[in-house]
């Protein structure tokens, strides 16, 4: 069965970084575009990156752009979502789900704060 298990969430610091991951396993996953999605206490779940199967293209909501970079690495059946210039705002549950489609991580919570 299809399985995603996202990792590497915690407390930092405002101004750190994070890299989270997210393993998936149950398809071919180098056949897939992923996406990583948040969602903040009280907020709508949003879509925070893309990225095509074989890292053509990536796509970034505005407001990480510049500061979040969306990987993978198709041979360890990983996307990865590296955080840095954290704030407050970036906190949430950080949940990966496979492209078009409704599988998705139990999610990682990731804690801005001072």
């Known amino acids: 069965q299809v399985q995603l298990v996202e990792s590497g969430g915690g407390l930092v610091q405002p101004g750190g970084s994070l890299r989270l991951s997210c393993v998936a396993s149950?398809?071919?996953?180098?056949?897939?575009?992923m996406s990583w999605y948040r969602q903040a206490p009280g907020k709508e779940r949003e879509l925070v990156a893309g990225i095509t199967s074989n890292s053509g293209s990536r796509n970034y909501v505005d407001s990480v752009k510049g500061r979040f970079t969306i990987s993978r690495d198709n041979a360890k059946n990983t996307v990865y979502l590296q955080m840095n210039s954290l704030r407050p705002e970036d906190t949430a549950v950080y949940y990966c789900k496979r492209s078009m489609s409704s599988y998705w991580g139990p999610g990682t919570q990731v804690t801005v704060s001072s």
């Open positions: 149950g398809f071919t996953f180098s056949r897939y575009a």
